[in-house]
Protein backbone atom coordinates (compact mmCIF):
# COMPACT_ATOMS: atom_id res chain seq x y z
CA UNK A 1 0.00 0.00 0.00
CA UNK A 2 1.05 3.47 -0.89
CA UNK A 3 1.71 6.29 1.85
CA UNK A 4 -1.32 9.11 1.46
CA UNK A 5 0.53 11.90 1.25
CA UNK A 6 -2.18 14.55 1.77
CA UNK A 7 -3.21 12.72 5.01
CA UNK A 8 0.40 12.60 6.11
CA UNK A 9 1.10 16.33 5.64
CA UNK A 10 -1.98 17.19 6.98
CA UNK A 11 -0.35 15.69 10.32
CA UNK A 12 2.86 16.98 10.17
CA UNK A 13 2.79 20.07 12.56
CA UNK A 14 0.35 17.79 15.12
CA UNK A 15 3.10 14.77 14.23
CA UNK A 16 5.90 17.24 14.85
CA UNK A 17 4.32 18.71 18.48
CA UNK A 18 3.39 15.71 20.20
CA UNK A 19 5.02 12.57 18.97
CA UNK A 20 7.46 12.14 22.08
CA UNK A 21 8.65 8.91 19.92
CA UNK A 22 10.10 8.66 16.75
CA UNK A 23 9.82 5.71 14.21
CA UNK A 24 9.85 2.85 13.21
CA UNK A 25 11.37 3.37 10.09
CA UNK A 26 13.23 1.82 6.99
CA UNK A 27 15.02 3.21 4.79
CA UNK A 28 15.81 0.92 1.51
CA UNK A 29 18.32 2.24 -0.79
CA UNK A 30 19.62 -0.18 -3.65
CA UNK A 31 22.03 -0.61 -6.33
CA UNK A 32 20.73 -0.42 -10.15
CA UNK A 33 19.24 -3.45 -11.41
CA UNK A 34 17.73 -4.71 -7.76
CA UNK A 35 14.03 -5.48 -7.73
CA UNK A 36 13.31 -3.04 -4.42
CA UNK A 37 10.00 -2.96 -5.44
CA UNK A 38 9.47 -6.41 -4.92
CA UNK A 39 10.92 -6.37 -1.47
CA UNK A 40 9.40 -3.98 -0.47
CA UNK A 41 5.78 -5.13 -1.49
CA UNK A 42 6.44 -8.00 0.48
CA UNK A 43 7.48 -6.76 3.25
CA UNK A 44 4.56 -4.36 3.87
CA UNK A 45 2.42 -7.14 3.56
CA UNK A 46 4.69 -9.10 6.04
CA UNK A 47 4.80 -6.18 8.80
CA UNK A 48 0.94 -5.66 8.20
CA UNK A 49 0.30 -9.12 8.96
CA UNK A 50 1.29 -9.11 12.31
CA UNK A 51 -0.30 -9.04 15.70
CA UNK A 52 -0.74 -6.24 17.86
CA UNK A 53 1.98 -4.78 20.39
CA UNK A 54 4.56 -2.73 18.36
CA UNK A 55 5.75 0.71 19.08
CA UNK A 56 3.33 2.19 16.69
CA UNK A 57 -0.40 0.79 15.94
CA UNK A 58 -0.98 2.26 12.44
CA UNK A 59 -0.65 0.36 9.47
CA UNK A 60 2.82 -0.30 7.46
CA UNK A 61 3.20 2.08 4.32
CA UNK A 62 5.99 2.92 1.97
CA UNK A 63 6.82 6.53 0.04
CA UNK A 64 9.42 6.96 -2.89
CA UNK A 65 8.97 9.81 -5.65
CA UNK A 66 5.74 11.20 -3.41
CA UNK A 67 8.75 13.22 -1.55
CA UNK A 68 9.65 15.07 -4.72
CA UNK A 69 6.13 15.70 -5.88
CA UNK A 70 4.85 17.40 -2.12
CA UNK A 71 8.19 19.03 -2.08
CA UNK A 72 7.25 20.81 -5.05
CA UNK A 73 4.24 21.44 -4.51
CA UNK A 74 5.12 23.43 -1.03
CA UNK A 75 7.74 25.04 -3.53
CA UNK A 76 6.05 26.07 -5.90
CA UNK A 77 8.45 24.59 -8.46
CA UNK A 78 7.68 20.87 -10.61
CA UNK A 79 9.39 17.64 -9.42
CA UNK A 80 11.78 17.87 -11.56
CA UNK A 81 13.01 21.03 -10.70
CA UNK A 82 13.65 19.82 -7.19
CA UNK A 83 15.39 16.68 -8.51
CA UNK A 84 17.65 18.64 -10.68
CA UNK A 85 18.34 21.17 -8.15
CA UNK A 86 19.42 18.56 -5.54
CA UNK A 87 21.64 16.70 -8.07
CA UNK A 88 23.26 19.67 -8.88
CA UNK A 89 23.70 21.48 -6.07
CA UNK A 90 24.16 25.13 -6.54
CA UNK A 91 26.21 27.36 -4.10
CA UNK A 92 24.14 30.37 -3.03
CA UNK A 93 26.74 33.07 -5.06
CA UNK A 94 25.78 30.24 -8.14
CA UNK A 95 22.08 30.51 -7.07
CA UNK A 96 22.45 34.53 -7.25
CA UNK A 97 23.99 34.40 -10.91
CA UNK A 98 21.42 32.11 -11.38
CA UNK A 99 18.28 33.56 -10.58
CA UNK A 100 18.37 36.57 -13.23
CA UNK A 101 18.09 33.91 -15.94
CA UNK A 102 15.76 32.03 -14.29
CA UNK A 103 12.85 32.35 -11.85
CA UNK A 104 12.98 29.03 -10.52
CA UNK A 105 16.51 29.96 -9.26
CA UNK A 106 14.97 32.45 -6.74
CA UNK A 107 14.42 29.49 -4.44
CA UNK A 108 17.67 28.67 -2.96
CA UNK A 109 19.32 25.35 -3.19
CA UNK A 110 19.47 25.28 0.85
CA UNK A 111 15.56 26.13 0.99
CA UNK A 112 15.08 23.00 -1.38
CA UNK A 113 17.46 20.73 0.42
CA UNK A 114 15.68 21.52 4.00
CA UNK A 115 12.11 21.15 2.17
CA UNK A 116 12.72 17.78 1.22
CA UNK A 117 14.59 16.85 4.67
CA UNK A 118 11.76 17.68 6.63
CA UNK A 119 9.23 15.96 4.29
CA UNK A 120 11.59 12.75 5.23
CA UNK A 121 12.03 13.70 9.11
CA UNK A 122 7.62 13.59 8.99
CA UNK A 123 7.29 10.74 7.53
CA UNK A 124 10.28 9.10 9.88
CA UNK A 125 8.85 10.66 13.02
CA UNK A 126 5.62 9.21 12.25
CA UNK A 127 6.38 5.42 12.08
CA UNK A 128 5.91 2.26 10.27
CA UNK A 129 7.30 3.50 7.05
CA UNK A 130 9.53 2.35 4.71
CA UNK A 131 11.48 5.08 2.84
CA UNK A 132 12.88 3.99 -1.05
CA UNK A 133 15.85 5.76 -1.46
CA UNK A 134 15.53 9.64 -2.42
CA UNK A 135 18.72 9.74 0.30
CA UNK A 136 16.36 8.84 3.08
CA UNK A 137 19.34 6.67 4.70
CA UNK A 138 21.44 9.84 5.02
CA UNK A 139 18.44 12.11 6.57
CA UNK A 140 16.83 9.38 9.19
CA UNK A 141 20.74 7.90 10.40
CA UNK A 142 20.54 8.74 13.47
CA UNK A 143 16.61 8.89 14.25
CA UNK A 144 16.01 6.67 16.96
CA UNK A 145 14.13 2.91 15.99
CA UNK A 146 15.25 3.58 12.55
CA UNK A 147 16.81 0.36 10.37
CA UNK A 148 18.99 0.83 7.21
CA UNK A 149 18.60 -1.82 4.29
CA UNK A 150 20.96 -1.74 1.13
CA UNK A 151 20.22 -3.95 -1.93
CA UNK A 152 23.11 -4.93 -3.91
CA UNK A 153 24.32 -7.73 -6.55
CA UNK A 154 27.15 -8.30 -8.42
CA UNK A 155 27.23 -6.16 -11.80
CA UNK A 156 26.69 -8.99 -14.33
CA UNK A 157 23.72 -10.12 -12.40
CA UNK A 158 22.47 -6.91 -12.33
CA UNK A 159 22.99 -5.98 -16.02
CA UNK A 160 21.39 -9.53 -17.15
CA UNK A 161 18.17 -8.26 -15.42
CA UNK A 162 18.22 -4.52 -16.98
CA UNK A 163 19.16 -6.28 -20.58
CA UNK A 164 16.01 -8.21 -20.06
CA UNK A 165 13.66 -5.74 -18.27
CA UNK A 166 14.98 -2.80 -20.67
CA UNK A 167 15.51 -4.49 -24.03
CA UNK A 168 19.02 -3.01 -24.66
CA UNK A 169 22.37 -5.40 -24.76
CA UNK A 170 24.56 -6.19 -21.56
CA UNK A 171 27.15 -3.47 -22.37
CA UNK A 172 24.32 -0.79 -22.48
CA UNK A 173 22.62 -2.30 -19.54
CA UNK A 174 26.51 -2.02 -17.27
CA UNK A 175 26.55 1.84 -18.87
CA UNK A 176 23.42 2.53 -17.54
CA UNK A 177 24.36 0.80 -13.63
CA UNK A 178 27.36 3.13 -13.67
CA UNK A 179 25.65 6.20 -14.73
CA UNK A 180 22.52 5.63 -12.22
CA UNK A 181 24.45 4.16 -9.22
CA UNK A 182 26.86 7.76 -9.74
CA UNK A 183 23.83 9.55 -9.72
CA UNK A 184 21.97 8.37 -6.74
CA UNK A 185 24.74 8.26 -4.84
CA UNK A 186 25.62 12.22 -5.86
CA UNK A 187 22.00 12.94 -4.86
CA UNK A 188 21.61 11.47 -1.65
CA UNK A 189 24.94 13.11 -0.50
CA UNK A 190 23.86 16.26 -2.03
CA UNK A 191 21.16 16.13 0.37
CA UNK A 192 23.14 15.57 3.21
CA UNK A 193 25.75 17.89 2.34
CA UNK A 194 28.26 14.61 3.47
CA UNK A 195 29.85 12.07 2.06
CA UNK A 196 28.23 8.85 2.57
CA UNK A 197 30.00 5.61 2.71
CA UNK A 198 28.72 1.87 2.94
CA UNK A 199 29.27 1.40 6.91
CA UNK A 200 25.89 3.70 7.03
CA UNK A 201 23.94 0.69 6.53
CA UNK A 202 22.85 -1.75 9.17
CA UNK A 203 22.37 -4.40 6.42
CA UNK A 204 23.06 -5.17 2.91
CA UNK A 205 21.45 -7.84 1.01
CA UNK A 206 22.95 -9.77 -2.19
CA UNK A 207 19.84 -10.01 -4.50
CA UNK A 208 22.02 -13.09 -6.88
CA UNK A 209 22.28 -15.10 -3.44
CA UNK A 210 19.23 -14.42 -1.38
CA UNK A 211 15.78 -14.56 -2.44
CA UNK A 212 12.79 -11.97 -1.41
CA UNK A 213 11.36 -13.79 0.52
CA UNK A 214 14.66 -14.55 2.80
CA UNK A 215 15.30 -10.77 3.35
CA UNK A 216 12.19 -9.58 3.66
CA UNK A 217 11.96 -12.23 6.71
CA UNK A 218 15.42 -11.65 8.01
CA UNK A 219 14.33 -7.78 8.29
CA UNK A 220 11.55 -8.61 9.94
CA UNK A 221 13.31 -10.21 12.29
CA UNK A 222 15.69 -7.52 13.38
CA UNK A 223 12.57 -5.42 13.81
CA UNK A 224 11.13 -7.80 16.35
CA UNK A 225 14.63 -8.52 17.92
CA UNK A 226 14.20 -4.29 18.84
CA UNK A 227 10.69 -4.88 19.69
CA UNK A 228 9.85 -2.00 16.87
CA UNK A 229 7.05 -4.28 15.84
CA UNK A 230 4.91 -7.81 17.30
CA UNK A 231 7.06 -10.88 17.99
CA UNK A 232 3.68 -12.94 16.33
CA UNK A 233 1.49 -13.02 13.31
CA UNK A 234 -1.98 -12.03 13.89
CA UNK A 235 -4.65 -14.50 14.09
CA UNK A 236 -7.07 -14.45 11.59
CA UNK A 237 -10.89 -13.65 12.33
Known amino acids: M?????????????????????GPVITISRNYGCDEEAVVKLL?????????????????????????DESAAELGISATDVDHRIQ???SDI??????????????RDKTILDKVKDIICTYAKKGNVVIIGRGGVGVTKNLPNSLHIKLTAPVQFRAEVIA???????S????????VDTDRKAWAEHLVDRKLNESIYDV?????????????????????????????????H
Open 2 to 22: KINLKTYLDERERVLAHQSVP
Open 44 to 68: IQKLNNLGSGGLKSHPWKYIDKEIL
Open 88 to 90: LHH
Open 94 to 107: VNDLLSGFNHHYRI
Open 164 to 170: KVKGVSI
Open 172 to 179: EAEEAIKR
Open 204 to 236: TYNMETTSIDEITDMIVNILQKRALVPAEMALA
